[in-house]
């Protein structure tokens, strides 16, 4: 079956970058396109970022110009680089694929 495991959230002051990764099996990687959403208590979750399978990209305007999405297909592996962090950046960041999600990284950004 299809699973997406996140990894490399954590606590950052405000200003400073992380990277979070999600890696997929069960699934022809390369021809699925992929999102990064997150959540923050209380509120709906929200869309982030999204990568095609031809490497278009796409982002909320929240975080244009802050956060980046790659992939690499020959790891199975979608990157969500954030930096210039926001305290209101806190929130899970799940990926999906295909409908699939993942558990979920938790981000909390201080101030």
């Known amino acids: 079956q299809v699973q997406l495991v996140e990894s490399g959230g954590g606590l950052v002051q405000a200003g400073g970058s992380l990277r979070l990764s999600c890696v997929a099996s069960?699934?022809?990687?390369?021809?699925?396109?992929l999102g990064w959403y997150r959540q923050a208590p209380g509120k709906e979750r929200e869309y982030v970022a999204g990568?095609?399978?031809?490497?278009?990209?796409y982002y909320a305007d929240s975080v244009k110009g802050r956060f980046t999405i790659s992939r690499d297909n020959a790891k199975n592996t979608v990157y969500l680089q954030m930096n210039s962090l926001k305290p209101e950046d806190t929130a899970v960041y799940s990926c999906?694929?295909?409908?699939?999600w993942g558990q979920g990284t938790q981000v909390t950004v201080s101030s």
């Open positions: 999906e694929a295909g409908g699939n």
């Open positions: 990568i095609g399978s031809g490497g278009s990209t």
């Open positions: 069960g699934l022809t990687f390369a021809l699925y396109t």
